[in-house]
């Protein structure tokens, strides 16, 4: 059985001192930045380096951001996502686990599948968002935000330790991998170059380990942050390098940082913790309803269930909701205001939509003002525009389902 | 440039501030100014026509009592692709170093401040089709 990996000494190796430029945004008081295994290929490529929940990141690279969204959109990019907290959960009892700490039905994932899934507090607010996936090799494999990196380890590891201590069979190991996300429509096809496995067989939130462009061991998960088809790569952090270049040899692909991350999710209609959701909206609000399991909200089992599930019936909330508009772009704070001039809420996310060249925003709403359609009035450097309820996502998605 | 203004007076001092986005942010190299100092560029024959840069990376040309403002080369290429120009109605009236206006990228906007006190008398009509230009052409069409 597999023991949880000591987090301080993995990360000790990869610590390093900044050296001029300030650092906002670290999610720890040290003045030190992670770097990812990719760092130095980062600034060989030209890469603007940012800090960025501790680490230090790519924000864009020599293409425009612009460009960069445009071309994910149009053929494929390769972002470094190494960042966020990768964690295999072992033993008899890890669905038990899991399904203590998150909303949803962890048990009927069939080998090999995965699901978005929350964890949430007693009080029904929203702890960080993760992706779960059963391994057939008998662990489920986790990715959860960089941001809330010792939140949710010390969340899981408690967990364990607390049901350790009552008998049950289960283990947490951080993992060292690299991530990478290769995203938008050829990148299946840039992929099935390096890979043996059909890909036509591998379709959206599924899983599968397989050795890609000579690099075995590598977990290729049908999943990402920007509403396009794609994978993310876990890759043994030794090999990282190797495989970034193999994929980036491919004329198809090039390089893409924070910045056309952003503006893709967004236009994608995918909340980013910390902005969208956070510990202070439930799943309801969240306009997530649909990671609670079936099961989950019967049995009311889940952390915060009982002030979440009965918020399904009620219209009493409010609900986050997607909103467009012209003029000048609206972003995160903005307030929302009803056509009367009433402040009704606020933006928590927005930029200019560089696929629709219109404006593109989420915020929360009261209930009554939530239908798509409904005109509302956005504030911006004092100055109202006009705003129109929209459905998300805003630009259509491309996942790889099959029918 | 972005707007002509009455009544040039000497160029004010301050920050082009740049609010980032949550999710990133960029951080202007420091440049060569120091506090206080203004830098006086010649670009052209008439000796009046003298285009002085701002701390804030603004610049300021003025002739017969009008001053133009643009912003500096090493502005526009930290700000990025510009996408949209927020800039004041003809006729507003605007004091040193009062804000009047913002360009904005796609992840961040930038406020702009003015090195003059004034009214304004024409304000570039192109940027509202073509943002792009204060990138292309900072100094002439921009």
Request: aromatic content about 6%; glycine content about 8%; overall charge positive.
């Amino acid at each position: 059985m597999q023991r949880a990996g000591s987090v301080v000494s993995r990360l000790g190796s990869r610590l390093q001192a900044l050296p001029s430029a300030p650092c906002r945004s670290l999610s720890c008081a040290q003045d030190v930045l992670h770097r990812t295994p990719l760092y130095d290929f980062h600034l060989a490529h030209g890469g603007k380096m940012v800090a960025f929940a501790g680490w230090s990141l790519p924000v864009q690279y020599r293409d425009t951001h612009v460009n960069s969204h445009l071309h994910t959109r149009q053929h494929c990019s390769l972002f470094d996502v190494s960042h966020m907290l990768q964690t295999k959960i072992f033993g008899c009892d890890r669905v038990k686990l899991m399904e203590s700490l998150v909303v949803g039905d962890i048990a009927e994932l069939k080998p090999n599948q995965g699901t978005l899934s929350l964890f949430t507090n007693e009080a029904g607010g929203i702890l960080d968002d993760l992706i779960v996936t059963s391994a057939s090799e008998g662990h489920l494999y986790v990715v959860s935000n960089a941001g809330c990196r010792e939140k949710d380890l010390t969340l899981m590891q408690d967990k364990v330790r607390e049901l350790q201590n009552k008998g049950s069979d289960v283990a947490l190991e951080v993992m060292d991998n690299a991530l990478l996300a290769l995203q938008g429509p050829t990148a299946a096809q840039v992929l099935q170059a390096g890979v043996a496995d059909d890909l036509r067989k591998l379709p959206f939130m599924t899983s599968a380990v397989m050795e890609v462009f000579g690099v075995s061991g590598c977990r290729v998960t049908r999943c990402g942050y920007t509403g396009e088809d794609g994978v993310e790569i876990s890759v043994p952090a030794a090999e990282a390098i190797r495989l970034a270049a193999a994929l980036l040899k491919n004329p198809e692909v090039k390089l893409a940082g924070l910045a056309a991350r952003d503006s893709l999710r967004l236009e994608a209609g995918l909340c980013l913790y910390g902005n969208d959701i956070d510990e202070h909206t439930t799943p309801v609000e969240g306009s997530l309803s649909w990671t609670l399991g079936k099961r989950r909200r019967a049995a009311m089992d889940f952390p915060g269930a009982s002030v979440i599930v009965p918020q399904l019936k009620s219209k009493a909330q409010r609900r986050r909701v997607g909103l467009t508009c012209d003029g000048a772009p609206v972003r995160a704070q903005s307030p929302i205001l009803s056509p009367e001039g009433t402040v009704i809420g606020a933006v928590t996310s927005g930029c200019p939509s560089p696929c629709l060249k219109k404006n593109v925003a989420m915020g929360y709403v009261p209930y009554e003002y939530s239908r798509p359609g409904t005109p509302l009035l956005v504030e911006v450097r004092r100055k109202q525009q006009p705003a129109v309820v929209s459905k998300m996502p805003f630009v259509p998605t491309n996942y790889y389902i099959l029918k | 440039m972005a707007l002509r203004a009455v009544r040039s007076v000497r160029a004010a001092v301050g920050s082009l501030c740049a609010i980032s986005a949550p999710s990133a942010g960029c951080s202007p190299r420091p440049w060569g100014l120091r506090a206080g100092a203004v830098r006086a560029l010649r670009t052209g024959p008439a000796l009046l026509s003298v285009r002085k840069f701002t701390e804030k990376h603004e610049w300021v040309k003025t002739e017969n009592s009008v001053g133009t403002v643009g912003i500096s080369n090493f502005a526009q290429e930290a700000l990025g692709d510009v996408v949209y120009c927020s800039l004041p109605e003809v006729g507003t009236k605007l004091n040193k170093q009062e804000e009047f206006g913002a360009l904005e990228s796609v992840k961040a906007a930038s406020e702009l401040y003015s090195p003059l006190s004034g009214k304004v008398t024409e304000i570039n009509k192109a940027l509202a089709e073509n943002p792009g230009l204060v990138n292309k052409s900072c100094y002439e069409d921009g």
